[in-house]
């Protein structure tokens, strides 16, 4: 073995070399910030002059410890051909602790196994969290010795009582059920049932804000599944502010014998939860949640308004028009509105028109579709009117509308919306065109092409390249108005306007396409 890894080092040093004199100008240190620029001064770390070797060894675990996430592949691509010698790696005891054990880090990542064995050894005499990652990649080495040496240094930590530094990195711990070199389960279940040791939730819990929303997530969720979720567990879930953590609650207890959580969630800011609630609630208990079913009448979601007309209207009798009309002069919100257009009639029309000119934009959006639900022909009309409205939201529910139905006459409307519309207005209208399709549009896009403003331009570039890839492959009969305003369009076209070489090839073919 000692004669391979000589007969290893002596091909090696052929090409490599470590610098060990000053012979080189240091590179700029101060500069560097990537991983990836480690593998070109981590040579002069060897370097005879002492300043030297400590700037750039400091350098080296500054770009280190400033990386928020280290990823297995990524870091291991940047370091691995680092060319070092087992006898290299006592160098580093000339540097502080921590420079130490990132330069062993980075050395354990080596594509050579004497050199990860040989810096393994030195991270498991003293296994820290910010060598915790590093133990955890190599329990998936392909060297079976260098995996017994990584365990060594996991079960070290575990002794230690180190529970925050397996949670912070719980992607790794989970990622070991992934490795398909080695069966990693044992080591996998060990670090959980350290982390979750009666002893240990307590501490865990009690800091559980210091942990990032992931965390968090992994926490809550090894407790649900190991069923260890108590009432102060659950107000914890329940208050965090991560949806997805709540509703992980939700999704994992009873909600029909838990009264008072459900009336909370009911309540919960996010709609999925709100909704998750709602299916909870039987037609046997619905007057325990009358109040909060009261309120959800006029939530923003248009399912938990039906939902909660449905279960009061089994309990009791009650006008909802009125109760929506007095609450739309009242407290104009989105649910109120669109809840008056559900139940109401045509005779509410003058109401919710009185909208369309509020200040606030969720108002103007929410009348307009309301408007839609009774009269939907009327609310097309207002739609191509309120097409320049300020608001990108409003412009949505406009374009929403008007494309419900396709009809020839919108595009003689929208074209005349775009002549005079804003640059967020003619970026809309082009859009709807797109939707319309037929061989005419191609004329707005060309209009486009020569547009002054670059979004329009480069929007109008993608509408053309997709028409044409399309169309051409269209039997339908080109008729004469469509083929002139398409024709025209050419003919008014600036190609020298910083047009990419395939649009102009593109344009140059359209009027063979329309002979």
């Known amino acids: 073995m000692e004669f391979l890894k000589n007969l290893f080092y002596k091909k090696k040093s052929k090409t490599n070399s470590i610098i060990t004199s000053s012979e080189e100008s240091l590179p700029d240190l101060e500069s560097m910030t990537e991983i990836r620029q480690i593998s070109s001064v981590f040579s002069w770390v060897f370097n005879q002059n002492k300043e030297t070797a400590t700037k750039s060894a400091e350098a080296i675990h500054r770009i280190f410890t400033s990386q928020t996430l280290i990823r297995n592949s990524d ?18 005891l000339d540097f502080e602790s921590e420079i130490q054990n990132s330069l062993y880090c980075i050395t354990s990542m080596n594509r050579n196994g004497y050199i990860r064995e040989e810096a393994l050894r030195n991270l498991i005499k003293n ?14 080495d392909w ?21 925050s530094c397996f949670i912070h990195n719980h992607k790794i711990v989970e990622w070991l059920l992934d490795v398909n070199r080695a069966d990693l389960r044992d080591i996998h279940q060990k670090i959980i049932d350290f982390i979750f040791d009666e002893n240990n939730i307590e501490s865990t819990l009690e800091t559980i804000q210091d942990y990032n929303e992931g965390a968090r997530l992994f926490i809550f969720k090894n407790l649900i599944k190991q069923g260890k979720v108590n009432d102060q567990i659950f ?9 997805l953590i709540r509703l992980l609650a939700v999704r994992n207890i009873n ?26 609630i039987s037609k046997n208990n619905v007057e325990v949640f009358q109040e909060e079913l009261n309120h959800l009448l006029f939530d923003n979601s ?10 009061l209207s089994s309990i009791k009798s009650q006008n909802y028009v009125e109760l929506y009309r007095e609450k739309v002069q009242s407290n104009p919100n989105t649910g109120s509105i669109i809840g008056l257009s559900e139940v109401g009639d045509k005779s509410d029309l003058a109401l919710l028109e009185t909208f369309l000119n509020s200040k606030i934009i969720k108002q103007r959006s929410a009348a307009l579709y309301a408007i839609s639900n009774l009269d939907e022909k009327k609310a097309k009309e207002i739609a191509f009117e309120m097409l320049n409205d300020d608001s ?39 859009k709807l065109l797109n939707n319309y399709g037929g061989w005419s549009i191609a004329g707005d896009f060309i209009k486009g092409i ?23 492959r269209l039997s339908q009969e080109i008729k004469a108005a469509e083929r002139a305003y398409v024709l025209d369009a050419i003919q008014k076209t600036n190609l020298e306007n910083d047009v990419p070489d395939h649009l102009k090839r593109i344009i140059n073919r359209i009027p063979f396409l329309f002979k």
């Open 75 to 92: 870091f291991y691509n940047s370091v691995k051909d680092i060319y070092l010698r087992n006898e290299n790696l006592s160098k580093f």
């Open 127 to 140: 296994p820290t969290k910010s060598t915790l990652p590093f133990l955890l990649f190599r329990l998936s």
């Open 143 to 163: 060297v079976p010795y260098i995996r017994d040496l990584a365990k060594k240094g996991i079960e070290k930590l575990i002794e230690k009582g180190e529970t």
């Open 235 to 243: 107000d914890l879930i329940l208050k965090d502010k991560i949806y």
């Open 255 to 280: 909600l029909l014998e838990r009264a008072d959580v459900l009336k909370k969630l009911l309540k919960d800011k996010n709609q999925k939860i709100r909704t998750y609630a709602i299916y909870n």
């Open 302 to 311: 248009t399912f938990l308004r039906t939902t909660s007309r449905h279960l």
């Open 392 to 430: 990108n939201s409003v412009k949505k529910v406009c374009s929403n509308l008007i494309i419900r139905e396709k009809l020839l006459e919108d595009i003689t409307k929208l074209r005349k919306l775009y002549k005079n519309g804003t640059t967020d207005t003619k970026l809309q209208v082009l």
């Open 450 to 472: 020569n547009d002054e403003n670059p979004k329009i331009r480069h929007i109008s570039y993608g509408f053309l390249v997709g028409w044409f890839d399309y169309t051409i």
